[in-house]
């Protein structure tokens, strides 16, 4: 396309970058969450829950700023992290992370929905075929909750993509650092006539994300049928 | 009557304290509503109910007039403010800002923290002030653009970046910063808050508060947290 | 291998208090809908934590309340044939039944999968996925998954229930050589008489939660008081040999020298074989009969006379071929005037020795 | 009321081409595993959209894929018994019992809801959710479920295969009634040779998707070429009286003049009961036998004879009670010499006449 | 509590009264909506998912100023809503109607997995008994998806608490009309010394999110055991 500038294209490439790895990484954690969530009992199981919300809830400027306090360079975590070579300020990584963040609490509930919606008859029949609960988990939980997965995946991925509050207060913006689509988006609004140049760049997100989105159909009508078993 | 007051999210404090004391004054109803001059000015492109705009984006205002959404003679400069070089720390050593400036030198592998350069004004003023300095293409690299002055500030405060450049109104009430240098008043085009009253809007209140602005009490405030107050010729006092 | 049962539980409204010992072979629990057979079989798999008890098999204890033992179920290495099937939707036909081979300490040899798919008959389903399959085919593959994860015991949960007389009698067998070959105790939920009555080592009768009756089969099918077995479910099993075959399409059986006409049975001659005669199939005579379309006649003594509830007595006729049960009515054993010591025939039609009341251990029953 | 059936679907690897009528009364669709029962039986119910067909309860065309049209599930009004129960999880038994009636325009009245539930024993557990009830009480209340929605059809997919013969027994009066005193057609999938023998008035073989056999049950059931029957199916139905009870627990029954004893059956003098005699069950022999247990003697003469596969052969008795059939060996028939025309006594045993072989409609089957 | 403020007071009011709304007035659309996408086959189905997703995808900024230039009292829908007296411009309603949107595929995909996991065979077995389509979705399908619409209705309720740049971007920032609590606490970020204050506002925002939340899983719990039918 040549109506995108360089810069233009380098904030494609990145929010494409970062919104799939945000999705990734946030899946396995979210994952467990959203396992501990609809099977354990455990004292904190509210708190866990409220935690795993609150990113929808707080502002995500607010989220940005907690992101800033906790995992900068400074702070707590991300100074640990950084002594294992794990940087997140003013990095895609961390444009990542807070887009990981925001998206953490829809992959989790998707996750949840169809973890408690699996028949723990099918968990037991493979109990006593001698499947740990460790296999138990891989080889019949997991495929029947492949739908669950990749719905969440989905919204993340579509969350990630438009994510901007929490980024760029957490990393600001940095073209090919940090400059995501949303920032670039967002500055163009900031100045008057500067509709036209955003509306492009929406235009170009929309195109994206609707990939994914149609990607992710295919894929969930697959695994569905899967699951339906027919 | 009710006065319906569009402000730059930054004038918040300020706001909080004319807005009442008005009120008391005159028997008229001020609602203030905050946000950024960008949004804000959209807002009153499409009919929004404002009767006052203060914008810290005089490009907002110059769009909104020629537009002729503004009443017209009613505009005028409010508020002038400067911006300031920042760096992390209760007593950062001060620095000359001039075009001898070792900025890469002070931020070392760090990162200079400003608003967005193209986009929100203290962005807009800092990147005018070091390209008349020449300090913009050696700076240009390693600056980090927050989405707003606050934003930036914040960078500098947690010490994510060592320096940064916000108005000067900001950084006096953060301690976890320092002052190192001031940018020169004519490093830069002007940094003013205009305000106007809105087409078609014009009422006893709007004028009575627009009039309020300009006077000492409304003064006072501005200058509380560290604005300049721009004198009006025949206005007040 | 001995399976030692002791079980409490309750829910809302049912209380299981059962012990039994279920030794080697098939111990068929025996009782009306909802007296705790399936609550029993849940809790020896481990789906079911009971309020207190213990099950142990052999020197294995599976749990033990008291102990406050508990074996997770899948290191029970239980093979469970569930009343409702459980197969695995996302995993096809041939998936589901390699499923417990991938946990099993055992090698399971494809000759062993192919000879439980062809006695299932379900070859031609491995690629399908189980929503394609019917009712009873989904059943047939849940008997193949559990007998394929090489268990150390099976509970089968009324297994055959969805199958055809057909289908269960090609399926049945296989029971048998479990019953009869391994060493695995078989925990058999059934509603069927003649299922018991064939497959039955040991019998439990369940009533309301409580355990009536127990102990060999033999012993509780000809006991008249086992009332919910029905009428039909009494009979004597005999020891017999494949004589030789006739023309006409009927084999001969050599019982203890007495010759018992059967449908052609595939066997060479020699094999041994078990018959079961049901006690209600034999009609008693104090002279031989003649000129009667029933070919099969032993003679022997009555021992014993059990009269039970109802219009019925179960009459014991000890003959060479082994113990006979009839079951005649009080009426008839009057005017017989039978009682312990008095000779007797009995007698029973060909056809009413039905295939599947044959079990043979020669045979190939995978056939 | 008649249903005509006439389908034709594909699936893969398997292909229906059913064409069968269903007069009032049950008519059984019997067939092995897999061969089509459930399809055609959604089918009519309109859960499956055939590829080509019609069918048709009378002048009511349920669909026809010639003329396209389509009546959808709900307005069929049909009262299906699934295969596998399928009763809604978060509604009580009460409220999964009354389901029907929210949509019948017939009002069903709390009697009529409460002597359903006494039939099924499920009066306990009107409270609970299917979840908390065992496999056959969950078939149990499905086969109320449907019995309640004022059905103008029912179709049962082997609603008893779960139930143990004394439930089974007490279940089956119910469908019997059901066949002789409603005008609904029945279309009942059913393994039991027994259910069969009993319930059926029509009977449609299937094999692999086809009809291999129509026709009213006594034809069919009597036909030795009916294999997936089984040998035991065959039987011939007589029409009797009670004529008395006997202290010693039998009842006398009064069949065109003979006598015939059966266990005591609860049913005053003079009630006309059905009593199916299974044709594996009778003896033959020329001259009258003296000296048996068996009380029942039927004297008659040879109407028929006729061989099938394997050694049996089907003798069709003309007798003052009806019809009487018996399966006996062809050697025992060349024995006796048996031809058309010959006289003959049949013999069965009292016990033979089973309870659930007696079917009746003065009886209160509610009890 | 003391320590709020009578504007502050005002907000979390309003905030709870948009939130609320946005949620309610969003589950009928977005159960059509999900309905549609699980069990429909229609041309521009994808066109639907897409836009369905489209809030989540572009960034809130953009969202509100789409809404201000749509349902502005100038704008296309807008001004003939005006006509029949719903006014949305810098009311509370609209701010309720961006929340609404905002929170709306969070809504559509929980009810949607949840429907994808009805088994049909259920709601075959009501048709058979009489009922039709809609009463087979009232009687059946709905009581069976509770859990996700209440999974649903969750996510929607705490996103449309945190929701601040598509309402502010559309409605401003008007005390007692359009001041949300996300929009406070955005206010106090933009002055020096109104960290504090903005803390609070927080605080009291995770306050009220979590005590829905607790509230949902309390309902979620209960629509759950009546779903596994125990
Ligand atoms: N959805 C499907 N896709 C493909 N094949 C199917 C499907 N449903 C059924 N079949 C096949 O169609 C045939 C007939 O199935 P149907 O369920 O009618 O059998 P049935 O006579 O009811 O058997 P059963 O007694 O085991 O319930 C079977 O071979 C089955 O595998
Ligand atoms: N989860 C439960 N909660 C409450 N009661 C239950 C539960 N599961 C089973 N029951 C009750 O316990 C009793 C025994 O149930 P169980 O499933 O063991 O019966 P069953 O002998 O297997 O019957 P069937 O032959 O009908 O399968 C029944 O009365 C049943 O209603
Ligand atoms: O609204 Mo601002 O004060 O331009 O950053
Ligand atoms: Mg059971
Ligand atoms: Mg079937």
Redesign the interface.
């Known amino acids: 396309m040549e109506w995108l500038g360089p810069e233009e294209w380098q904030a494609v490439r990145l929010s494409l970058r970062v919104s799939f790895w945000a999705t990734l990484s946030g899946l396995p954690p979210a994952l467990l969450a959203a396992y501990a969530l609809a099977r354990w009992r455990f004292p904190g199981k ?1 708190l866990l ?2 935690l795993v ?10 989220t ?2 907690l992101l ?2 906790t995992f ?4 707590p975590i991300g100074s640990v992290l950084q002594e294992i070579g794990l940087v997140f ?2 990095r895609w990584t961390g444009a990542a992370l807070a887009a990981g963040i925001m998206a953490f ?2 992959l989790v ?2 996750m ?3 973890l ?2 699996v028949d723990p ?2 968990e ?10 460790l ?2 988990f891989v ?2 939980t997991l ?2 909750i492949l ?2 997965i990749i ?1 969440g995946a ?2 993340g991925f ?2 990630a ?5 929490a980024t ?2 957490f ?4 073209p090919g650092q ?1 400059q995501t ?3 670039a ?11 036209h140049a ?1 509306l492009r760049l ?1 235009a170009v ?2 195109a994206v ?2 990939s994914a ?2 990607l992710s ?1 295919w894929l969930a009508r697959r695994a ?1 049928r ?5 | 009557e009710e006065v319906v007051v569009f402000a730059a999210a930054s004038l918040k404090t300020a706001m909080d304290e004319i807005a009442p004391a008005f009120e008391a004054q005159t028997g008229h109803e001020v609602t203030v509503s905050l946000a950024g001059s960008s949004a804000l000015a959209r807002q009153i492109e499409q009919g929004a109910p404002a009767d006052i705009f203060i914008s810290a984006n005089e490009a907002w205002m110059d769009t909104l007039e020629e537009d002729g959404l503004l009443a017209p003679g009613s505009r005028s400069d409010l508020l002038r403010n400067s911006i300031v070089l920042i760096a992390h720390g209760a007593d950062a050593v001060p620095v000359e800002i001039s075009p001898a400036l070792d900025l890469p030198g002070l931020l070392g592998e760090g990162r200079l923290a400003m608003a967005l350069v193209d986009a929100v004004p203290a962005g807009i003023y800092g990147k005018a002030a070091l390209e008349s300095l020449g300090l913009w293409d050696t700076a240009l690299p390693q600056v980090a653009q927050a989405d707003n002055v606050r934003a930036a500030l914040a960078l500098v405060s947690t010490g994510e970046a060592p320096l940064g450049i916000v108005y000067a109104t900001d950084a006096a009430a953060d301690d976890n910063v320092s002052v190192i240098g001031t940018f020169p008043e004519d490093s830069h085009p002007p940094i003013v808050y205009p305000v106007a009253e809105l087409a078609g809007r014009e009422g006893a209140a709007a004028v009575a508060f627009l009039a309020y602005l300009h006077g000492s009490e409304a003064r006072a405030a501005f200058e509380a947290q560290g604005f300049e107050v721009i004198s009006q010729p025949g206005a007040g006092d | 291998m001995t399976l030692s049962v002791d079980l409490r539980h309750r829910f809302k409204g049912f209380e299981l208090d059962a012990r039994f010992e279920a030794p080697k072979g098939i111990t068929v629990l025996f009782g009306r809908s909802g007296s705790g057979k399936t609550t029993i079989v849940n809790a020896v798999a481990g789906l079911l934590r009971p309020d207190a008890g213990r099950v142990a098999a052999d020197d294995l204890v599976l749990f033990d309340t008291a102990r406050s033992l508990w074996l997770p179920p899948h290191r029970r290495r239980i093979g469970y044939i569930f009343q409702e099937g459980r197969l695995f939707p996302h995993l096809s036909v041939r998936q589901n039944l390699r499923y417990g081979a991938w946990f099993s300490p055992k090698r399971v040899t494809p000759a062993e999968v192919d000879r439980v798919v062809e006695m299932l008959g379900i070859g031609g389903l491995l690629e399908r996925r189980p929503g394609a399959l019917s009712g009873g085919e989904k059943q047939r593959v849940a008997i193949g998954r559990a007998l394929l994860s090489s268990p150390r015991m099976i509970l089968a949960d009324e297994p055959l229930a969805a199958l055809d007389e057909a289908r269960k009698s090609e399926i049945l067998p296989y029971f048998e050589r479990l019953r009869d070959e391994a060493e695995i105790p078989i925990l058999f939920v059934s509603h069927s008489a003649a299922e018991v009555a064939r497959l039955a080592t040991t019998v439990v009768v369940l009533e309301g939660g409580r355990v009536t009756r127990q102990g060999p089969a033999v012993e509780v099918l000809a006991d008249p008081a086992v009332t919910p077995l029905g009428a039909r479910a009494a009979g004597a099993v005999l020891s017999a040999r494949v004589a030789r075959h006739h023309e006409d399409g009927l084999t001969e059986l050599d019982a203890g020298g007495t010759a018992l006409f059967i449908p052609r049975l595939e066997a060479a001659p020699g094999t041994p074989v078990r018959v079961r005669i049901a006690a209600h199939e034999v009609i008693l005579s104090r002279q031989r009969p003649e000129g009667l379309s029933a070919l099969n006649i032993i003679s022997g003594e009555v021992q014993e006379i059990r009269a039970g509830e109802g219009p019925g007595m179960l009459v014991s006729l000890d003959t060479k071929a082994g113990r006979v049960l009839a079951r005649i009515t009080r009426r008839s054993a009057k005017a017989l005037q039978l009682a312990p010591g008095t000779p007797c025939h009995a007698v029973m039609k060909t056809v009413a020795v039905a295939p599947e009341d044959i079990g043979g251990q020669g045979r190939d029953v995978s056939k």
Chains 1, 5 share one sequence.
């Open positions: 509210q829950n409220g919300h609150l990113p929808l809830i707080l502002p995500p400027v607010v940005g700023y800033l306090l900068g360079t400074r702070g300020a003013f609490p829809l509930r998707a949840r929905l169809s408690e919606a008859k099918l037991q029949a493979a109990a006593t075929l001698g499947a740990s609960r296999w138990v080889t019949v495929p029947l739908p669950g719905a989905v919204l579509a969350k993509m438009g994510e901007f509050g760029i207060t990393v600001s913006n940095i940090t689509l949303p920032s988006i967002y500055a163009f609004l900031q100045v008057p006539g500067g509709e955003a929406v997100s929309v994300a609707m989105l149609l159909e569905q899967r699951v339906s078993g027919t």
